[in-house]
């Protein structure tokens, strides 16, 4: 069958099922063969022609033997086999990364952690008030209550407030003589003042003594005893912090080779002579028998007392180091509480909470006022220590 187009020209159509070549092609479309189809192509007009939407596909889909039906173009087309031999494909190994590699790519994806701190806890430990240096706070020691930039000096051995520097604008001294020279004694930082020459009021006459110990009143006035010579018995002299001279006060002819003198919180003076205490007035040098200190101790130098009115000596026998005993005030009776490890102990004081010895070697020594053990602090070369005595900031 052939249509006749524009010019003449004829061109073959399309044969429809079941037409027959030898009639008219109009004649073909109402053949017995073709009026399916014609009413088929006349329902699918109808049924699409009233609404821009498909009510569903109800079109046969079934296709023959080697065709599938494409719904891109509603019809059932030729599947085109792939002839690619299966041996052919080409199949990519996976990537493999070495050990190294695989581990730098793990820490480089790996998620960072972040520490969270409680700021309760983490960055105030000591509960002070003020946050530590990890924190970006300005506490320098985080574990220690004592320790802040708001807290005040102490004469210890730290720094308080934070500021790097130790004890400023705090004198932490305590007198110490050797009879002729007192000196002041920063333990702490371990330093020694320039001596003073001990030397008697000018108004006074004859020599001044050497002093064999010394120790500061409540009101701050430091008092020294001596032996009398050539008279027999014991000197109180008393210090001019301003004129740096010393003015007697008084003697008292029954108290013999006195080695320790100690002033409580309320004034009482004590002298250690021998093997008995006494008491002494400070405004006259008059003194009182207390009582012998028994058990065969002998006052071997210096005596102290501390903020509670506990007085303390050191007592030796020949070839031993000293020990330190507690001397009760009422009787005059001593209780040894230890071997304090080293010997010739001529000084005693407290201050700051610690009990300090000084010996004729020089050396100034932590005492354990509880068991009476000492701990070397640090040695003044060629000074030998008589007696030492608090100051009244201690």
């Keep these: 069958m052939s249509s006749t187009a524009k010019g003449g020209e004829t061109r073959p159509i399309r044969a429809l099922t079941g037409s027959r070549p030898d009639i008219p092609f109009s004649e073909n479309l109402m053949t017995a063969g073709n009026w399916r189809l014609w009413l088929l192509l006349l329902t699918s007009a109808l049924f699409f022609g009233c609404d821009d939407a498909p009510k569903g596909n109800t079109a046969d889909t079934s296709c023959p033997e080697g065709k599938v039906f494409d719904d891109l173009y509603g019809d059932c087309v030729f599947v085109v086999a792939d002839t690619t031999d299966a041996d052919e494909l080409e199949v990519s190994e996976p990537d493999v990364l070495d050990e190294e590699v695989a581990e730098e790519v793990v820490e480089d994806t790996a998620p960072e952690v972040v520490e969270v701190l409680d700021t309760d806890n983490d960055c105030d430990k000591d509960m002070d008030g003020a946050w530590s240096l990890e924190c970006g706070g300005n506490d320098c020691d985080d574990n220690n209550f004592n320790r802040a930039p708001d807290r005040r000096e102490f004469c210890d ?54 002093l064999t110990d010394i120790d500061t009143s409540p009101d701050g006035i430091l008092y020294g005893v001596a032996k009398d010579y050539p008279d027999a018995g014991t000197v109180l002299y008393q210090f001019d912090d301003w004129l740096h001279v010393w003015s007697t006060i008084g003697s008292s002819p029954n108290v013999l080779e006195p080695s320790g003198l100690a002033i409580s919180t309320d004034g009482v003076a004590y002298v250690l002579a021998g093997d008995s205490m006494y008491t002494m007035n400070l405004a006259t040098g008059q003194a009182n028998l207390v009582g012998p200190l028994g058990s065969g101790f002998f006052a071997s130098g210096d005596c102290v007392m501390n903020k509670n009115d506990s007085l303390y000596m050191t007592s030796k026998a020949a070839g031993q180091n000293d020990t330190l005993v507690l001397v009760e005030t009422t009787s005059g009776q001593g209780t040894a509480l230890g071997d304090v490890g080293f010997a010739n102990l001529y000084g005693l004081t407290v201050a700051w909470g610690k009990m300090y010895g000084l010996n004729s070697a020089g050396q100034v020594i932590e005492i354990n006022p509880i068991t009476g053990a000492g701990t070397l602090v640090t040695t003044f070369s060629n000074i030998s220590w008589w007696g030492a005595a608090s100051t009244p900031n201690r």
């Design 157 to 210: 051995d730290i720094d308080n407030n934070c500021d790097g520097n130790l004890n400023e604008g705090l004198n932490c001294t305590f007198y110490a003589n050797t009879g002729q020279l007192l000196y002041q004694i920063d333990p702490i930082k371990k330093v020694v003042s320039d001596p003073l020459p001990i030397v008697r009021d000018p108004n006074e006459t004859g020599d001044m003594q050497w």
